[in-house]
Structures are given as structure tokens and as C-alpha cells.
């Protein structure tokens, strides 16, 4: 139940996301700063995901000590 909830909200959020770029678009001269915004936040999480993905001091943390 709970992972059909999760993929219905994944498509509303990609569907949502979509139609946001598609307005910015159409909204060019004044669009731009919305999608630089898009573009700086995307790569912020990238760079935080690799981080994360890549930390072993985290995975100890997260898996021998007692919270």
C-alpha cells in the first residue's frame, strides 16, 4: 500500500515539475531566473547525493550506533 502511495505521488511530482519547466519556458525573457534556479538546486542535490552515496563514515553511523 504504501509503495503505491509513493509511485502516485512520484508521478504527480513529475508531472507537476514538467508542466513548471514547460511555463518557465513560455515565459522566456522572464523564465530564465526560474530556470537557473531549477538548473542551481539540481546540481546542489547531485553533489549532496554523490556525498552521501560516497560517505562511509555515515554508513557506520547509520548502522553500529545506538540512537
Known amino acids: 500500500m504504501e ?4 509511485t502516485i505521488l512520484s508521478i504527480i511530482a513529475l ?3 514538467i508542466c513548471m519547466l514547460a511555463g518557465l519556458i513560455a515565459a522566456f525573457p522572464y523564465g530564465i531566473v526560474g530556470l537557473l534556479l531549477i538548473i542551481a538546486f539540481g546540481l546542489l542535490f547531485i553533489k549532496v547525493l554523490k556525498d552521501r552515496l560516497s560517505s562511509k563514515e555515515d554508513d557506520y553511523y547509520s548502522k553500529k550506533v545506538e540512537k
Open 3 to 6: 509503495k503505491i502511495a509513493y
Open 15 to 17: 508531472a507537476f515539475f
